[in-house]
């Protein structure tokens, strides 16, 4: 029936040693596989072989986007749908990514890598299935229990929302919208959250950033404590954001990667109207608390 | 293609002004109508009409359990499927029940009414379209923004849980297995929550507790201070539950009607396999803190 | 045996009206008297008669800061060290400043108008002295159980600092080195809290901040959350300060005088050595997080 | 200028190996020097030598209670005091008792020893006093920085606490009085908070509880997690209680010394009357939200 959820992400690293130790120790996900190539990372409360895919590469920046769908037919209704957009797409047989099964990978009109499965090696969480304790024990770093979502950048907001919307059955929950009416941020979900995938104007193929999800308010200062303590850049928060109604951090790996540590929002429900932020409350939109954004912010990663 | 969410829950109370009086000023529900019989309430942050209904009656508990479903087509399907397992079923006209369209009731297994409904008078919730606050202003006591879920009890858990899953189409996320290998209890999903909907061993057609929604352990503490200054029966927690990794806090409504404020707990994947917990941590499945029960834990609100 | 604690601050603002209506509405302090020129005010769990007095006057800052003695000989024996430091001392009558009996004003060698005083009205809190709730019901806005601390700005804080310790009997808890050796800030205490008073380098007889007291981050979030409703301008925070180890939000009144909400911190001994912050740490010294200060916080408040 | 606040407590266990892997491993207290006899504990963030010491021992309970006092010639004039309300005195050499000066034991009206001690060795805490972060890598469990307070059982608790006030200068708080007028608690206290030490009705010479400070209520919350992880018995909480205001969980060490985890309180202000609970809210007293006791929790540890 459809995307379930994010897959995975794999990010280009310019040095794939201390990226690992930086999203292993820092950011406390658990390394699942290695290759010469990549590093397989997963968060501990994740049942998939892994949510994110470091790649040796000299510029920083998103490879591709996964998402997991429902069933085998899937892959067909919505590589069709895809083509039908005039969408380049490629299959890739089993066993050519790690840790899953046949895949195609779409560029998207704004010059995104998406890619949907829907086999994947099952490697389970940290806790066991019987009895199982609120947490695993000897997690390192901020230890997310999930990823959590992904924000793309796009010169055409509105045509790339239209793909995630008509191609792929996204549903849109919140938008920004420019004083001249056009469309300058989009929130969209699948799996019942504020949003798995979000779009900002910026470039094509832009990455903004990685969103990983913690458990609350506490979680989020007790992150920018490890972060401060690793001497890791912090941009912006712990703050709320008025989009999403979350509460976060916003920071960089070492290479320039923004990530978000995350929490909080609602349970969007599907029967629901999106909610519009207008241009002159971007300061709001963003980060609710000071009103005001830099122009750091609106760039993509790098 | 099915159910989305719980709608509503109807409750009898003794006492139909102290229970509007309870429900708005304590819990902090919003009160949407009234006639002359039930009084219905909303969450702050729910859109449809009413999720609690209060009917006064001299016993207390559950007078039905209702859930919203995608499509008016669902209802035909569904009410097949109840039929074919046996139960009774009868149709709603449009308006029978205030601020809804036409539904069915189903007589579960378990002797519980159980409600199918798919058009409801849109309200809105209290936060505007365009540019919200996190918060509306003027909310009084715990002002949960959502229903979560509800908890019943039943003879025969094994056979409510096969009507829950096989006819409605809910997706086991936990179970509570006895030493025995009967099933003590079982934790079932449509929204992507640990639980919509739980049956615990107790009286057929029983009411073990209705759940809030707060948004973290610290509106949980804040929950606890609201009821003991306004002298509810706090029966346990704050505390975490093993199942569901919750956190939480239990009190009685001024009729015995169990409540429960709730937050936490997980995102459940639809393509994992459920938690199950063993009868001899059946402490730490509820308390898990204390990891002991007391027998009025066990039995059904009254 | 010297100075127990701040008993209240004067601030001069533009618009007493206005005044009142934010740090009674926003702010969340009661008031406790109001005449021609001035409205007194106290937070919840203050039982003096008020530790904000507000002074209708066109350029805002810090009319006074006056700290309470132990007992009727302190003032002697502190204006005699006073006056010993060459500063200029008058004395008040009883009943010259509202709500409280003799005192004296030191003019400091920073240009501060402190002030000492023993008796004060006793109007109590606002919960009762027997079986008492954790905290009275109706309050508004953020609603800070006390005043925490004041920062003031001097040109030269070591002699500022030498005055509060050497006359009046402070002791440093944490100070910020420049490179060449010289003194930019310094946080000084006689009640057992990190800071009662501090000194940071700018104008003599400025203001920086005062801070209000709240009990723990989650009450920081709501405090951010109750400023952006109302429109208030948030400076920085949430974060964490390194100096005092504390969370906290800073913040403009209407009329540009800096606000704080603090909490955290620890226990300060009075048998430890104090904290040394080197300049080249200064970002953090302040904004733990970010590590980076901006030239607005290190003015005085305006 | 007398007593400046808790030295240490010295507990027998039975098993010297299994406690000291509870209190540094469970606990998360660091472990500083040991001998044949005794283990030696303290906390990150104190300064002094230890807070705790651990006695092998068959029968659980206090040893001693020790607390430091501001200067030499307090101990000359507290033990004089103590002398003339008829309680046995006796000194300790200087290394008598590992990691401190001399020392004065008195045996208190209410069978307990008192320790009081001006030099203790300086250990230090474990962050350093340049450019600190707000906590130290690598501690482990709940790893509270201080100890708070502990609380001692007596026939005659108006007997004790006059001891407490009269001969060792201690300030009442609050007081928890029977229907009859005798006194049942009291709340007393030196270093400016709730309570230093505490008195409840029991057997003489007994312990109630250790108390550990923690930082906020998300603290207590993981604290408790610590605990049940590692199955301790966890008597009450997280809760909090009408006595200081606080929020606390209490716990049993393997020997039955009981512990407790405990955040928030108010800052009382020596100028302000004690707080009186009576006996029949004594259930909000202890336990604010279920609001009732049971038989074991008004025993002492054993």
Redesign the interface.
């Known amino acids: ?1 459809g995307i ?2 994010l897959s995975h992400l794999e990010l280009r690293v310019a040095d794939l040693e201390l990226a690992t130790a930086y999203y292993t120790e820092v950011v406390g996900l658990v390394e699942v596989e290695r290759d010469d190539e990549r590093v397989y990372l997963a968060c501990w ?1 994740e ?1 998939d072989h892994h949510s994110l895919a470091l790649h040796g590469h000299p510029s920083p920046g998103l490879d591709h986007v996964s998402f ?1 769908v ?1 069933c085998d037919q899937d892959l067909d209704e919505l590589e069709t749908a895809a083509i039908h957009r005039g969408c380049h797409v490629r299959r890739l047989a089993a066993g050519e990514e790690v840790g899953q099964g046949p895949a195609i990978r779409v560029r998207s009109p704004s010059g995104h890598e998406v890619e949907l499965v829907h086999v994947r090696t099952k490697t389970g969480g940290l806790l066991p ?7 695993p ?1 000897g997690l390192l770093g901020i230890h997310p ?2 990823l959590d979502h992904v924000q793309l950048t796009a010169e055409d907001v509105g045509g790339a929302t239209a793909f995630f919307t008509a191609a792929l059955g996204f549903r849109l929950t919140e938008r920004l919208v420019g004083s001249g009416g056009s469309l300058l941020g989009s929130w969209l979900e699948r ?3 504020p949003n798995d995938v979000a779009i900002l104007r910026g470039p094509n193929g832009g990455l903004h950033h990685v969103g990983f ?1 913690v ?4 979680q989020v ?1 007790r992150a ?2 490890v ?3 690793n001497g890791v850049d ?7 954001q ?1 989009v999403t ?1 979350s ?1 976060g ?1 916003h920071f960089f790996d070492p290479f320039g990667n923004r990530n978000e540590v995350f ?2 929002g ?2 969007p ?10 241009e002159d ?1 971007i300061g ?2 963003f980060f ?4 005001r954004l830099d122009a750091r912010f609106l760039a993509a990663s790098d």
Chains 1, 2, 3, 4 share one sequence.
Do not use: C, F
């Open positions: 029936m379930l959820r409360d049942h997991k429902e299935r019987v009895n199982p304790a609120p947490e024990p229990p999930r799996s019942h959250t999800w458990d609350d308010w506490d200062r920018a404590d972060l401060a303590d912090i941009e912006a928060g712990p703050t709320r008025g109604r509460l951090v929490t909080g609602y349970r429900d599907p029967d629901d109207e999106p909610t519009t932020w207008t409350e709001r939109a609710h608390y000071q009103g």
